[in-house]
């Protein structure tokens, strides 16, 4: 309890959660409820939906290794320090997240999965970011609360973000969805970037 009343008060903590609960929704919304949106907005049977579903996540898997690489380019390239590079990997793949908010205006259900797929990408991006960020802004005695509650976090918006889904999808569609799905992690890279970047250009 002691490690959670410290971490509480600090800002940086919230420069993790914030970003991780705006993050989740995309996650669940890739987990659950994809197949039901390409069946019911574009007509996609269930041996499409077979063929094409999985790409999401291939995508997901691949933003997981690129951004590991993206931070050394960050480095390398602009000379930011290690902490600034992961905020900057992970701003960026809040930016590929705006191609969710493009799925709401695509009639082209391959161009959709190509859309989710780089959401899928670019989420990962971002939670590998701020699984590094846990590392590199906390000592080891509160990296544990910290990843914890960074991950109760990402999980009451996933389950929040279903729930609304559920209750709205039949009457207001999947549109008005994706396009906040879209803006969500730029509202979360603003809180990141406010309350944990390094001032100061100095290289790691």
Request: proline letters at 3%; hydrophobic letters at 55%; glycine letters at 8%.
């Amino acid at each position: 309890f002691t490690a959670l009343k410290t971490v509480s008060k600090n800002k940086r903590f919230y420069g993790i959660a914030i970003p991780a609960f705006m993050a989740e929704p995309a996650w669940a919304v890739l987990s659950f409820w994809v197949p039901l949106y390409l069946a019911k907005e574009h007509g996609m049977d269930l041996k499409q939906i077979a063929m094409f579903a999985w790409l999401p996540f291939l995508a997901a898997d691949l933003g997981s290794v690129v951004s590991g690489y993206l931070t050394r380019l960050y480095v390398r390239w602009f000379g930011c320090t290690r902490v600034n590079s992961v905020i900057a990997s992970s701003v960026t793949g809040a930016f590929l997240m705006i191609s969710l908010a493009l799925v709401a205006i695509t009639r082209d259900p391959y161009i959709t999965i190509i859309l989710i797929s780089i959401g899928g990408f670019g989420h990962q991006i971002i939670s590998c970011m701020l699984s590094a960020l846990v590392v590199e802004s906390f000592d080891k005695g509160q990296m544990a609360t910290v990843n914890g509650m960074r991950g109760s976090a990402a999980w009451i918006a996933s389950f929040l973000f279903s729930l609304l889904i559920g209750v709205t999808a039949d009457k207001i569609g999947f549109n008005p969805l994706f396009i906040a799905m879209g803006f969500f992690d730029l509202i979360g890279a603003v809180f990141l970037v406010a309350f944990i970047a390094e001032r100061r250009a100095k290289r790691a």
